[in-house]
């Protein structure tokens, strides 16, 4: 059994693999001891890949050690089954390279976008070489609710919805459609532009806000929330094997 655990931006998700396939997974914004015996059911996994995008969490890191025999801290020094053309690998945030593993493991030799629809927005590129190539970074939908909030003395504090029309006929409606919409609209712009540069373009999109948009972006694309999960657990069995040494 493989334990992964993706400590993010608000919630420390965590999933158990056996022979390849998620099997149970869970997500709290501070997990406890049961959390983990639970999704273990009272065994212990041989391995677990411990990944975080807010720094070091000793806790976290304790309780993984207390439930596996053999824990893999992934660091921008971390042997990976992909290329990183990333110029800067030290600051490329460890959800964004887990997630390119986990499209190049899912859809080999193919050109993919990966949309990862979270409390940041990221759009990255992985080469059918199977080489990490970058992407961009925006505000996430809750970022931008709370920012036209926040930065205005008397606009309300909206949540998310879905956008079924363009013109608002009450502030808080022309809120919602502004910034659903203008995020559609900038997802679907990216992946027109990426479309023409790159042949057989494969969309994933992944992220807890990928309800929102997934079926109401006109291309052929695959939702899997899964991704990094998936991207974190080939990274371990990658670094388990001697795969990586040759």
Known sequence: MNLVVDIGNTLVKFALFEAGKLVRQGAAESPREEDFTELLRGARAARAIVSSTRGEMPAVEALVRHHADRVVDFTPETPVPIGNAYRTPETLGRDRLAAAVGAATLYPGRNTLIVDV?????????????????????????????????????LPLCGAAEATG??????????????????????????????????????????????????RIKNTIFANCNLVFCGLNRILEYNASEEHLG
Do not use: W
């Open 166 to 215: 363009l013109v608002g006929r009450t502030t808080g409606e022309a809120i919602r459609f502004g910034v659903m919409n203008s995020l559609r609209f900038e997802i679907e712009g990216y992946i027109a532009r990426m479309e023409a540069q790159f042949e057989d373009l494969c969309v994933i999109f992944t992220g807890g806000d990928t309800k929102f948009f997934a079926k």
């Open 118 to 154: 979270g409390t940041a927005v990221t759009l990255d590129v992985v080469s059918a070489e199977g080489v990490f190539l970058g992407g961009c970074i925006s505000p996430g939908v809750a970022m931008r609710f709370r920012a036209l909030h926040d930065y205005t003395a008397a």
